[in-house]
């Protein structure tokens, strides 16, 4: 009995703090306008509370989420909200039907023109039918990388009923609220436009100064939105004079952003806008594109050619590679033999061409002369002792 009773401070606090805390939102329902919420949410809502941390010497009201749920029964049957049915909207059955009828009418008849326009067109045409379809189908592939955003999809509309049991169930279920109190923000404005009102009524009554300063304020408010007025009209008729004498050429437009859609000071930014719009200006668009397809032109041939490069530096390495086995035999060659060859390089030249050597190189290579010699004295000593 008492839970059907009136409702007590603590669950009215309870439902006011879920009525502004809970997310909501509104429908119609049986012609009228209403708020409904989801049952998890509202649970969720309430653990999160005050009410789900323990106090001192008090335990906490909201401990699990089946207390939650024992709680909101209560406010149910206290008529706080009440368990609303989704049903979803369907189209009447002759709509469908004459749908259908459309769609196939108008299939057969995109079909009859296909056939009539293919069989008339030359085998070039549909060639370039097949490119443009190539084109699409990779532009498709680049819009379905999955950094892109799909398409939103069409959301099925539905209506509200009332629920035949009247339970609350921790779920998906839909709750519409009967119980409307009024916020704070909004009984606060209400007291300030009362207050405005019952001043604006008693200006008669107020003093002196303060009636001559409300007068020059409202003054300098009228004067502030005639100037304004008065610009936006004079500068559309200044670009009209411009227009006219310079033959639609010059586009001369004073404060472009006065009546534009942005705040009070960028209203008054930039001051002035000017665009020429004539043969030279087209010159220049033509020029700035023909600039930038050289650059790409340029670009193409720079990567054409840094791969050519990248291809002879691979092939350079296999060769190197190859002729690694053959590098024994190249150690094994003497001093003597390598700088034999490097002067064999450079006299490969002119008979013209000279080589300049330093004083240093000339006595390296006479010792090396002499050390030659010596060796082969010994090589020839050395068989007449082991004779004798």
Known sequence: LQEVGEPFKEEKAVAKYLRFNCPTKSTNMMGHRVDYFIASKAVDCLLDSKWAKAKKGEEALFTTRESVVDYC???LKKQFFHRALKVMKMKPDKDTKKEKEKGKAESGKEEEKK?????????????EKEKKKDGEKEECKKDE???TPKKKETKRKFKLEPHEDQVFLDG????????????????AMGLVLVIAVIAATLFPLWPAEMRVGVYYLSVGAGCFVASILLLAVARCILFLIIWLITGGRHHFW??????????FIDSFRPLYTHEYKGPKADLKKEEKSESKKQQKYDSEEKSDSEKKEEDDGKTEAMRNSGTDGS????HSDTDSDRREDDRSQHSSGNGNDFEMITKEELEQQTDEGDCEEEEEE???????????
């Open 378 to 388: 010994d090589t020839e000593s050395r068989p007449s002792h082991e004779k004798s």
């Open 254 to 263: 004073f404060l472009p952003n006065l009546t534009a859609d942005v705040g």
């Open 327 to 330: 590098g024994g035999e190249r």
């Open 145 to 147: 990388t999955p950094g």
């Open 115 to 127: 056939s009539k326009k293919e069989s008339g067109k030359d085998e070039k045409t549909k060639k």
């Open 73 to 75: 029964n209560r406010l």
């Open 172 to 187: 998906n279920e839909v709750y519409v609220w009967i119980y409307d109190p009024v916020h704070f923000k909004t009984f």
